[in-house]
Nanobody
Framework: QVQLVESGGGLVQAGDSLRLSCRSS????????LGWFRQAPGKEREFVAI????????YYADSVKGRFTISRDNVRSAVYLQMDSLQPEDTAVYYC??????????????????WGQGTQVTVSS
C-alpha cells in the first residue's frame, strides 16, 4: 500500500519560494508516475507537474512552467516541488499523487491510484 504524506506548505508573499515534499510511508515509489496537483476553492483539481518512472519524462502546466521544478528521489521514496516566484493565483491545496504506469494521459487526476492529504499554499499579494 502506498501512503503519501505531503509537507512544506505555508503562507508566503508574492515572489517568495516554497519547497513541497511528498514521501511514501508505505511501499516504495519506484515504478509509479508521480504528480503534483492543486485545487483552489470552487475549482477542480488541476495538474501542476508530473514526473514519470519509465522514462523520467517531466511535464509542467503552462501556468507554472519556468517557476516550478519537480524532482524525485527513488531512494527516499519522495517527490518534491520547488516553487519559485510564487503568485497569488498559485494559492491552493497542493496534493501529490501516484499512479501505476498506464497509457492514458498522466495529467488526469482521476487516473491516479493514491493521494496524499494535501498541504495548503497561500500566497499574499
Amino acid at each position: 500500500q502506498v501512503q503519501l504524506v505531503e509537507s512544506g506548505g505555508g503562507l508566503v508573499q508574492a515572489g517568495d519560494s516554497l519547497r513541497l515534499s511528498c514521501r511514501s510511508s508505505g511501499r516504495t515509489l519506484s515504478g509509479y508516475t508521480l504528480g503534483w496537483f492543486r485545487q483552489a476553492p470552487g475549482k477542480e483539481r488541476e495538474f501542476v507537474a508530473i514526473i514519470t518512472w519509465t522514462r523520467g519524462e517531466i511535464y509542467y502546466a503552462d501556468s507554472v512552467k519556468g517557476r516550478f521544478t519537480i524532482s524525485r528521489d527513488n531512494v527516499r521514496s519522495a517527490v518534491y516541488l520547488q516553487m519559485d516566484s510564487l503568485q497569488p493565483e498559485d494559492t491552493a491545496v497542493y496534493y501529490c499523487g501516484a499512479r501505476n504506469p498506464r497509457s492514458d494521459s498522466p495529467k488526469l487526476p482521476l487516473t491516479y491510484d493514491y493521494w496524499g492529504q494535501g498541504t495548503q499554499v497561500t500566497v499574499s499579494s
